[in-house]
C-alpha cells in the first residue's frame, strides 16, 4: 500500500486533495500533528516517509519543502507554481503527448499545471503542434473563474453576509465579474507559453465570477494567424484527434448555431469531476476555442490525483470518476 502526503492540507487544494484520497482502500494517508504541521523536522519525517508528497503550499514554503526531500523513491508533486517551468521538474499535464505521460510515468518531481493555464493550454497546444497555429502567433485570452480558486481569503470575502450588498457610489460591487491581474503578468503565463511552443508571451485576461468554481477560458482565432485556410469545423477535427482515447478532455462537436444553455455557455458543467471539454465557436471569418475544467478538479487536485496514480503505474481514473 503507497504511503501518501498532503503538505499543506488546510488550504483550498490540500483539503480537495485530502478528501479524495480519504476514499480511498489503497493508499494509507500520513496523518501529521495539527500542532506539528510547521514543524520542519515533522514535515521532513512525513515527506520522506512517503511514496507521495503533495505540497500544496505558496511558492517559497513549497521549495523549502522540496528540499527537505532526501528519500531517492518519495514522489514530490506540487500543487504550487514554483516548478512549473522548471526543467528538472516534469510538467503534469499528461494529455500533451504520449512522451509526456511517459516522462510523468518515471518523474520524480511533478509540477502540478496551473487552472487558467490548464485550459489555455489543452484549448492551444493541439493547434501549434499540428503546424495550423504557428509558433509566432499572437493569442488573446480570456477566463471566466469561480472565486474558489483565490483561495481562503478570497472565498471568505465573497461568502461574507454583506456580499449582495452594494448601494449607488459605493466601491464594494462583489457580485459583479470581476477582471483582475490587470498589470497583465498573470503567474500562470510562462508556463502558458512554454508548453503551447509559442514564442510570445499572449494576452490574457483573467475575470473572477459571482460564483463558486468553474473555469472557462477562450481563446481567440482569426484566420490571418493560421498557417493554411481552415474554418472552425477543421480546428475540431484537429483537436478531437489530439484526445482522442483520453480518459478526461472530450471535443464537443462543432455547431454552427450553438444551442449550450439557452445560447449560453455555462463554465460549472464540469465541477467536480476531472473532465475538460473543449469547443470550437464562430465561423470561417473568426473562431474562439473555449475550454471548461473545474478550477479545483482538473485545474488543481484531481490533476493532482492523476498524475499521482500515473507516477505510480496506477489507472489514472481510480478516484476521479
Same mark, same amino acid.
Request: charged share 20%; with cysteine; hydrophobic share 40%.
Given at each position: 500500500?503507497?504511503?501518501?502526503?498532503?503538505?499543506?492540507?488546510?488550504?483550498?487544494?490540500?483539503?480537495q486533495?485530502?478528501?479524495?484520497l480519504?476514499?480511498?482502500?489503497?493508499?494509507?494517508?500520513?496523518?501529521?500533528?495539527?500542532?506539528l504541521?510547521?514543524?520542519?523536522?515533522e514535515?521532513?519525517?512525513?515527506?520522506?516517509?512517503?511514496?507521495?508528497?503533495?505540497l500544496?503550499?505558496?511558492?517559497?514554503?513549497?521549495?523549502?519543502?522540496?528540499?527537505?526531500?532526501?528519500?531517492?523513491?518519495?514522489?514530490?508533486?506540487?500543487?504550487?507554481t514554483?516548478?512549473?517551468?522548471?526543467?528538472?521538474?516534469?510538467?503534469?499535464?499528461?494529455?500533451?503527448?504520449?512522451?509526456?505521460?511517459?516522462?510523468?510515468?518515471?518523474?520524480?518531481?511533478?509540477?502540478?499545471?496551473?487552472?487558467?493555464?490548464?485550459?489555455?493550454?489543452?484549448?492551444v497546444?493541439?493547434?501549434?503542434?499540428?503546424?495550423i497555429?504557428?509558433?509566432?502567433?499572437?493569442?488573446?485570452?480570456?477566463?471566466?473563474t469561480?472565486?474558489? &480558486?483565490?483561495? +481562503?481569503?478570497?472565498? @471568505?470575502?465573497?461568502?461574507?453576509?454583506? *456580499? /449582495?450588498? =452594494? #448601494?449607488? &457610489?459605493?466601491? +464594494?460591487?462583489?457580485? @459583479?465579474?470581476?477582471?483582475?491581474?490587470? *498589470? /497583465?503578468? =498573470? #503567474?500562470?503565463?510562462?508556463?502558458?507559453?512554454?508548453y503551447?511552443?509559442l514564442?510570445?508571451?499572449?494576452?490574457?485576461?483573467?475575470?473572477?465570477?459571482?460564483?463558486?468554481?468553474?473555469?472557462?477560458?477562450t481563446?481567440?482565432?482569426?484566420?490571418?494567424?493560421?498557417?493554411?485556410?481552415?474554418?472552425?469545423?477543421d480546428?475540431?477535427?484537429?483537436?478531437?484527434?489530439?484526445?482522442?482515447?483520453?480518459?478526461f478532455?472530450?471535443?464537443?462537436?462543432?455547431?454552427?448555431?450553438?444551442?449550450?444553455?439557452?445560447g449560453?455557455?455555462?463554465?460549472t458543467?464540469?465541477?467536480?469531476?476531472?473532465?475538460?471539454?473543449?469547443?470550437?465557436?464562430?465561423?470561417?471569418n473568426?473562431?474562439?476555442?473555449?475550454?471548461?475544467?473545474?478550477?479545483?478538479?482538473?485545474g488543481?487536485s484531481?490533476?493532482?490525483?492523476?498524475?499521482?496514480?500515473?507516477?505510480?503505474?496506477?489507472?489514472?481514473?481510480?478516484g476521479?470518476?
Open positions: 500500500m503507497f504511503k501518501v502526503f498532503v503538505d499543506g492540507e488546510a488550504g483550498t487544494t490540500g483539503l486533495i485530502f478528501e479524495r480519504a476514499k480511498r482502500n489503497d493508499l494509507e494517508i500520513l496523518k501529521i500533528n495539527p500542532e504541521r510547521k514543524d520542519v523536522n514535515r521532513q519525517k512525513m515527506i520522506n516517509e512517503s511514496d507521495v508528497t503533495f500544496c503550499l505558496p511558492d517559497a514554503a513549497s521549495m523549502e519543502s522540496a528540499a527537505l526531500c532526501t528519500n531517492p523513491n518519495t514522489r514530490i508533486i506540487d500543487a504550487s514554483a516548478h512549473r517551468v522548471n526543467p528538472a521538474w516534469t510538467y503534469g499535464m499528461p494529455e500533451l503527448s504520449a512522451e509526456q505521460r511517459e516522462a510523468i510515468s518515471k518523474s520524480k518531481r511533478i509540477a502540478n499545471p496551473g487552472c487558467h493555464a490548464s485550459g489555455f493550454i489543452l484549448g497546444h493541439p493547434l501549434v503542434a499540428s503546424g497555429l504557428p509558433k509566432s502567433a499572437n493569442l488573446a485570452a480570456y477566463s471566466i469561480g472565486y474558489s &480558486g483565490g483561495g +481562503k481569503k478570497l472565498i @471568505a470575502e465573497y461568502e461574507a453576509e454583506d *456580499a /449582495l450588498s =452594494h #448601494k449607488a &457610489g459605493e466601491s +464594494k460591487a462583489i457580485m @459583479a465579474p470581476a477582471p483582475y491581474a490587470l *498589470a /497583465l503578468a =498573470h #503567474k500562470h503565463l510562462p508556463e502558458m507559453k512554454k503551447c511552443g514564442e510570445n508571451v499572449p494576452f490574457f485576461n483573467p475575470v473572477l465570477g459571482p460564483y463558486y468554481k468553474g473555469m472557462a477560458v481563446v481567440a482565432i482569426f484566420p490571418n494567424m493560421l498557417s493554411k485556410k481552415v474554418g472552425p469545423q480546428l475540431t477535427e484537429i483537436l478531437a484527434k489530439h484526445y482522442e482515447g483520453s480518459k478532455v472530450k471535443v464537443l462537436p462543432y455547431e454552427a448555431a450553438p444551442v449550450l444553455f439557452n449560453r455557455l455555462d463554465p458543467v464540469c465541477n467536480d469531476t476531472n473532465n475538460a471539454r473543449i469547443q470550437v465557436f464562430g465561423n470561417e473568426i473562431m474562439q476555442v473555449t475550454t471548461i475544467i473545474d478550477n479545483l478538479g482538473k488543481a484531481g490533476a493532482a490525483i492523476q498524475n499521482m496514480n500515473i507516477a505510480l503505474g496506477l489507472d489514472e481514473t481510480i476521479l470518476v
